[in-house]
């Protein structure tokens, strides 16, 4: 049954929504043509697809939700038509028409943040609930970006008094010591990522106004010990590169009303050699408190270049292999 051969037909508003829904020259049309056997076609006013049933059947399903989407007044982008066509696989596209209706806040522009994938609404979702989350896995997935904006909301909403930004000062065969300028100049280059997500939110005038207020601190992780922070959202960027004392000791800072946010990837360990990491440590130790969250990011939930998605795969093939050998 799965193989017998079947023809759909999906009719089209108007000529603009073919275009939406094929991309500029063809572009995502053939983006999805590579990865299927079955023929696309656009007749007129429809989408004529035909080929293996089970092919057919996702496609279709594609299609229809992108289809939605689109007169939703929603735009999808090449990285989205991938992850879409992805989930059709499994006949999941369907779960996009809630992913992309939600808004998380919008940008000082005034233009919508919502998530990208089904890892982040799992990841937004277990922050609002829960006071500590480790957000874990690769770069591109959004894990800092997303916390920074979380954080912003929360502060404009009045359910902190302040955003505290932090992350170990080691970074790939660097040392904050040999960089020139002061604390503030030494630390800013590490904290362009949680600088870039608040101008995007706040903007740079409003961003540099809340930091002189003091609403916004950014502080080396060392510089947290001795203090307990209360009616804070704190984020702990870059933590798989914390040792386990230092993880301890930031963990152990959280006051009342507040929240914290720690990221990583255990891929990039940049620690010196035979130190273990206290992002791995803390995932074993506190796997068991129900209300700690652990979200798990995959390759799937890149939200930048489809080729960081296919970098990211390789390097994960290779480390696999090396292993195994």
């Known amino acids: 049954m799965q193989n017998e051969f079947k023809v759909a037909r999906i009719p089209l508003a108007n000529a603009?929504?073919?275009?939406?829904?094929?991309?500029?020259q063809d572009k995502y049309l053939r983006l999805v043509q590579q990865q299927s056997s079955a023929d696309i076609m656009s007749r007129e006013a429809e989408?004529?697809?035909?080929?293996?049933?089970?092919?057919?059947?996702?496609?279709?399903?594609?299609?229809?939700?992108?289809?939605?989407?689109?007169?939703?007044?929603?735009?999808p982008s090449e990285r989205d038509i991938v992850y879409a066509l992805?989930?059709?696989?499994?006949?999941?596209?369907?779960?996009?028409l809630d992913l992309f209706k939600a808004e998380i806040?919008?940008?000082?522009?005034?233009?919508?943040?919502?998530?990208?994938?089904?890892?982040?609404?799992?990841?937004?979702?277990?922050?609002?609930?829960?006071?500590?989350?480790?957000?874990?896995?690769?770069?591109?997935?959004?894990?800092?970006?997303?916390?920074?904006?979380?954080?912003v909301a929360a502060l404009k909403e009045g359910s902190v008094k302040r955003i505290v930004l932090t992350r170990p000062a080691v970074e790939a065969g660097e040392n904050l010591g040999f960089l020139p300028g002061d604390l503030q100049e030494k630390v800013d280059p590490y904290l362009r990522p949680?600088?870039?997500?608040?101008?995007?939110?706040?903007?740079?005038?409003?961003?540099?106004?809340?930091?002189?207020?003091?609403?916004?601190?950014?502080?080396?992780?060392?510089?947290?010990?001795?203090?307990?922070?209360?009616?804070?959202?704190?984020i702990l960027d870059e933590a798989q590169n914390t040792t386990p004392e230092q993880m301890k000791m930031f963990?152990?800072?959280?006051?009342?009303?507040?929240?914290?946010?720690?990221?990583?990837?255990?891929?990039?360990?940049?620690?010196?050699?035979?130190?273990?990491s206290g992002l791995i440590e803390a995932q074993r130790i506190l796997q068991g408190i129900p209300e700690i969250g652990f979200i798990m990011f995959s390759e799937q939930d890149v939200v930048r270049h489809s080729l960081v998605q296919k970098i990211i795969t390789a390097y994960n093939i290779d480390a696999e292999a090396q292993g195994a050998t």
């Open 251 to 276: 963990l152990t800072r959280l006051g009342f009303g507040s929240k914290m946010v720690i990221t990583g990837d255990v891929t990039q360990i940049d620690l010196p050699r035979g130190k273990r």
């Open 105 to 151: 806040t919008t940008t000082f522009r005034g233009k919508p943040i919502r998530v990208k994938t089904i890892g982040q609404r799992h990841y937004v979702k277990t922050i609002k609930r829960m006071d500590i989350v480790f957000g874990i896995g690769p770069a591109g997935t959004g894990k800092t970006y997303l916390a920074v904006v979380l954080a």
């Open 194 to 234: 949680l600088y870039d997500a608040l101008h995007d939110v706040l903007g740079p005038d409003q961003t540099t106004k809340a930091f002189e207020r003091g609403l916004i601190e950014v502080a080396p992780l060392a510089y947290m010990r001795g203090r307990t922070l209360e009616d804070s959202f704190i």
């Open 47 to 75: 989408i004529a697809i035909s080929g293996p049933s089970a092919e057919v059947d996702s496609l279709e399903q594609l299609y229809t939700v992108l289809q939605q989407l689109i007169r939703g007044g929603y735009s």
């Open 86 to 96: 992805d989930l059709s696989k499994t006949m999941q596209a369907d779960q996009l």
């Open 16 to 24: 603009a929504e073919g275009l939406a829904l094929f991309g500029p």
